[in-house]
């Protein structure tokens, strides 16, 4: 069965700074765009903020640009978000998804950005 199991969340201060990873089971993450998404506590949806595609190639929300690095380990069947530069408004539930080719979703891993 496919699916993610993402972690590495937690309380971190504005500034600061996190890695996120999703560990994929049942497929390989060098098939597909692998994507993060998060949903905040005053957004019901789960917005796309970066992907990385089989080839490689990443791609961010501009939010993240500048302050956050997708990438994968394709031994761990892994991939990460280094976030850093954290704001407040980074506070959400982060999840992980094949974007073209959705999963049941995980559990997500929960980010709190406060002083």
């Known amino acids: 069965q496919a699916q993610f199991v993402e972690s590495g969340g937690g309380l971190v201060q504005p500034g600061g700074s996190l890695r996120l990873a999703c560990v994929a089971s049942g497929f390989s993450v060098s098939g597909y765009t692998v994507a993060w998404y998060r949903q905040s506590p005053k957004n019901y949806a789960r917005d796309v903020i970066a992907g990385i595609a089989p080839d490689g190639t990443p791609n961010y929300t501009d939010s993240l640009k500048g302050r956050s690095t997708i990438s994968r380990d394709l031994v761990k069947n892994t991939v990460y978000l280094q976030m850093d530069i954290i704001r407040p408004e980074d506070t959400a539930v982060y999840y992980c998804?094949?974007?073209?080719?959705?999963?049941?979703w995980g559990q997500g891993t929960q980010v709190t950005v406060s002083s």
């Open positions: 998804n094949r974007q073209f080719a959705f999963i049941p």
